[in-house]
């Protein structure tokens, strides 16, 4: 789309406020066969959902006429179904296909999740002007963090077919890439596009980027999964020498030169060329066949763990800022003076390329540092830790097979990644595994042939107690295990400096923790492992409810008033909403939504029950006493779900009569 939305206070879809518009897909490199069918992607807020950050891609610009737009809606639907089910933490969740009028004019847009980071091309960038690249060390890393992800998407049957420094995006939550811009959306708006504007002959669309592709998905549209790892291994080429795929090549003869460019390991050097096999058959066939590679970690590895604060506004990363954290930034310089001949590897969750800048910093000299940074210099912490990664857990027995050792690795290195201790990690998912599978209680799988098919359960349980972990903040994690009745009591305190009662924080987090662990309610498990997780819940619940994301409060002031309120809640989630009324006064609540949603009313002491987890969506009476009523509204639906709640207030209870 030519010309991009005016931003001044424009509501997309009567939901989504237009925030900035995000650079074009694909736009930081001209090698790319772009998509006619993606237009401005811009970045928004939802107003349905308490203000949450999301992306919003114009599909179809070209299209007006509303029956095909209908058409193309519908085609996409089907056609990227299984994108739709894709669940996993490092990937952007995709919402829906909205088509509505902006502007006058009839759009379509896909609504995805929205990740706070830069694309590794953004960092390239950064760090050429610098005249740095990646290592090999930072190649190895990102192959161990991303390698899992495309096991997923293979497992799922999801080809990505555009893996490009471009589509793959460093988070700045937790420091780990994330995979975004899947090829296939692209691919099937460039079909409409050719299918409904085009009046020349039909042809097969082919989509690919030039250079990263291979050539049997350039020339006929063929993919598979090792399409991917040859579009990987390309990426890693083009980080560690920092030179465009065009110039790795010899033009004449076709034949990749790369090993001229680099100097690597023979054992990376290896698997890249294989991964860059010319024909399908001489590459990898699977993910996991070059994880297995890098299964083994490197000796002597350092993990730094490092944590970036949340954020509510979507402030833009530059060139300038782009480490998260300008302290720890010279706090590295430092730390490198100090330890001069001292190799350290830094983890992917410790965006590990700020090795380098550190190095090159630490050979400044102070009075090149602008005032900026010397007023930072002079306010660093005292203490900066470099945590070992020095964990309990075996490696994997040598007598399993290369697939379960890198699938047992996988699940370590996710586990330390995500700063959760190995002894309460095991205790948990033994907890939620004997649940499952009770005619295994107190016993674990053996590394015995015989066994490999618990095993397989076992880590089943593991990963998917890792996805569910992974939601939850960093600082809710590290608490795991040593969370105490003691901590309850002052979250609690804590809640109600904000008006809100223990029995509406303990709401929040039953509705989010029984979406995940529904075979535990009406259980008693804050003494097991599974409490501990309920507790770290329960702390982010009080965050969410102290920064009023959760939190609303609703005035009357009249003899006769009524209040609205709107919403979206995801799966478990839920909403707050206080208000300050009058002993004797007659109140009427009505809540239109799904009969998954539960409806609580409180009063301010707790003495009387008004209601509580109701499914009915109607309830008056005369109120009790004076103070701060809680409305609470929390969703036990398996999708998102809209809700509006009308509260009105008259001043007797007589007067309705």
């Known amino acids: 789309m030519e010309n991009s939305l005016d931003r001044s206070e424009t509501i997309l879809c009567d939901r989504y406020r237009l925030l900035r518009q995000l650079k074009s897909i694909g736009?930081?490199?001209?090698?790319?066969?772009?998509?006619?069918?993606?237009?401005?992607?811009?970045?928004?807020?939802?107003?349905?959902?308490?203000?949450?950050?999301?992306?919003?891609?114009?599909?179809?610009?070209?299209?007006?006429?509303?029956?095909?737009?209908?058409?193309?809606?519908?085609?996409?639907?089907?056609?990227?179904?299984?994108?739709?089910?894709?669940?996993?933490?490092?990937?952007?969740?995709?919402r829906e296909f909205l088509r509505c009028e902006t502007e006058g004019k009839l759009s379509l847009f896909l609504v995805e999740e929205y990740f706070e980071g830069q694309t590794y091309h953004f960092f390239l960038n950064a760090r050429k002007k610098q005249g740095l690249?990646?290592?090999?060390?930072?190649?190895?890393?990102?192959?161990?963090?991303?390698?899992?992800?495309?096991?997923?998407?293979?497992?799922?049957?999801?080809?990505?077919?555009?893996?490009?420094?471009?589509?793959?995006?460093?988070?700045?939550?937790?420091?780990?890439?994330?995979?975004?811009?899947?090829?296939?959306?692209?691919?099937?708006?460039?079909?409409?596009?050719?299918?409904?504007?085009?009046?020349?002959?039909?042809?097969?669309?082919?989509?690919?980027?030039?250079?990263?592709?291979?050539?049997?998905?350039?020339?006929?549209?063929?993919?598979?999964?090792?399409?991917?790892?040859?579009?990987?291994?390309v990426t890693a080429l083009v980080l560690l020498s920092g030179k465009k795929p065009q110039h790795l090549i010899d033009l004449r003869t076709l034949e990749w030169n790369w090993k001229q460019q680099t100097n690597l390991s023979p054992k990376l050097r290896q698997i890249l060329e294989q991964m860059l096999g010319e024909e399908r058959s001489d590459r990898p066939q699977t993910a996991t066949d070059v994880l297995s590679v890098f299964w083994e970690p490197l000796p002597g590895c350092v993990h730094v763990v490092r944590q970036h604060p949340q954020s509510k506004a979507a402030k833009p990363i530059t060139e300038e800022n782009w480490m998260p954290n300008s302290k720890f930034k010279l706090a590295f310089s430092l730390v490198g003076k100090i330890t001069l001949g001292l190799t350290v590897v830094f983890g992917a969750a410790s965006l590990g390329w700020f090795a380098g800048n550190a190095w090159l910093e630490s050979n400044v000299r102070s009075q090149q540092l602008d005032k900026s940074d010397r007023e930072t210099l002079e306010n660093l912490p005292e203490k900066v830790s470099f945590p070992l990664r020095d964990d309990p857990e075996p490696k994997p027995a040598t007598d399993l097979s290369v697939t379960e050792r890198s699938r047992k690795e996988i699940l370590r290195s996710r586990r330390i990644n995500l700063a959760i201790e190995y002894d309460f990690f095991i205790g948990l998912v033994n907890e939620v595994y004997w649940e499952k599978y009770p005619e295994q209680e107190g016993r674990i799988p053996t590394n015995n042939?015989?066994?490999?098919?618990?095993?397989?359960?076992?880590?089943?349980?593991?990963?998917?107690?890792?996805?569910?972990?992974?939601?939850?903040?960093?600082?809710?994690?590290?608490?795991?295990?040593?969370?105490?009745?003691?901590?309850?009591?002052?979250?609690i305190q804590q809640a109600n400096q904000e008006r809100v009662s223990s029995r509406t924080l303990y709401d929040l987090a039953d509705a989010e923790f029984f979406e995940h662990f529904p075979e535990q309610e009406d259980k008693q498990f804050f003494d097991e492992p599974i409490g501990q997780v309920w507790s770290a819940i329960v702390f982010d619940q009080l965050k969410a409810l102290q920064t009023t994301e959760l939190l609303g409060e609703l005035f009357f002031d009249g003899k006769t008033e009524e209040n609205i309120a709107r919403g979206t809640l995801e799966p478990g989630g839920g909403k707050v909403y206080i208000a300050q009324l009058e002993a004797d006064r007659f109140l009427e609540i009505s809540l239109e939504s799904s009969d998954r949603a539960l409806l609580s009313l409180y009063s301010p002491t707790g003495n009387v029950t008004l209601v509580e987890d109701s499914t009915e969506n109607t309830w008056s009476g005369t109120l009790p006493e004076t103070g701060y009523y809680e409305f609470v509204i929390v969703s036990r639906a398996n999708k998102p779900l809209d809700f509006k709640l009308e509260i009105s207030v008259s001043e007797l209870a007589t007067n309705t009569e």
């Not at 708006?189 to 592709?213: H, P, Q």
């Not at 939850?472 to 105490?484: H, I, K, P, Q, V």
């Open 27 to 94: 736009s930081s490199n001209g090698s790319r066969r772009l998509s006619r069918g993606i237009g401005s992607t811009y970045l928004v807020e939802d107003l349905h959902t308490c203000n949450q950050l999301c992306v919003l891609k114009e599909l179809l610009p070209q299209i007006q006429d509303a029956s095909i737009l209908a058409q193309a809606q519908e085609r996409l639907r089907v056609e990227a179904d299984l994108l739709f089910q894709l669940q996993h933490p490092q990937i952007p969740k995709l």
């Open 133 to 233: 690249q990646f290592s090999e060390a930072e190649i190895t890393e990102l192959f161990r963090q991303l390698l899992p992800v495309l096991q997923y998407i293979h497992a799922m049957g999801v080809v990505h077919q555009d893996i490009c420094p471009d589509n793959l995006l460093l988070r700045q939550t937790d420091g780990m890439p994330a995979l975004i811009n899947f090829g296939l959306i692209s691919q099937v708006t460039e079909e409409l596009v050719s299918e409904f504007t085009d009046t020349r002959k039909k042809r097969t669309t082919v989509f690919g980027r030039n250079g990263y592709a291979p050539q049997e998905q350039l020339q006929a549209g063929k993919v598979a999964p090792n399409s991917d790892l040859y579009a990987l291994a």
């Open 449 to 491: 042939p015989e066994d490999s098919q618990w095993r397989h359960r076992w880590d089943y349980q593991a990963q998917e107690l890792l996805n569910m972990l992974a939601d939850l903040s960093d600082e809710a994690r590290r608490g795991l295990g040593s969370y105490t009745l003691a901590d309850r009591q002052r979250w």
